[in-house]
């Protein structure tokens, strides 16, 4: 098991990426702060099947993003754990479409405050135990829109391409302290967000472009999060790897 005996934070536990990633980090051994907008019976059910099949410790952690207090208190309730974080996955986001003429300045503050403010909140609180302990992970989820520029979403466009800036600064800082940052940049991904988000007739006219002629499936993502997590990629820091089936 390539996670044995580490402790994960994933954000946006409950569905799509987040939600493969849970799974496929309690497979490899990790102990889990699974933090979720919001804690409901099918989410416990979910960790109590994943700690009894795997053996793994999972932590349910309530935490909205767009709510820098709960954030916060999320944070604490993490640290209060007193055990020692290795690997840090932002994954949690929101998504937005509309013109840039049309696209208001609060629209382009909460895409800010939800796709990179938090994240850099967090990311501020748990690398605390990591340069501590002298060593970590930290994976941010962006999207391959912050690199290309997709027409019709400005303020995501931007949110994701300000995250693929920061985690490159960041790397730099940390790497001192044998601190791994990295970003993945996924693809078209079979989530409720890119369904709910993305007209069939925009999806169906990036598949026919790509070299695999398919989107990706969450799992495939989680198994990216899952390499740049572990030892495999010990000497891989400040990168941008698009996971985006050849677009």
Known sequence: MLLSKKTAVITGCNKGIGKAVLEE?????????ACTRKIDDEFNSLIKNLQDKNGNSIYPIQMDLSNEKDIVEGAKKIISRELPIDILINNAGAVFSSIFQMTSQSK???????????QILLTQFMIKSMIKNKKGKIVFISSSSGIDGNEGRSAYVASKAAIIGQA????????????NVNTIAPGLTNTDMMKNNTPDKVINEVVSKLSL?????PNEIANVALFLSSKLSDYITGQVIRVDGGM
């Open 25 to 33: 980090f309690s497979q490899n051994g990790a102990n889990i702060f």
């Open 213 to 217: 002629k398919r989107i990706a499936e």
């Open 168 to 179: 490159k600064v960041l790397s730099r800082e940390v790497g001192r302290y044998n601190i």
């Open 108 to 118: 382009f503050r909460e895409m800010f405050d939800i796709n990179f403010h938090s």
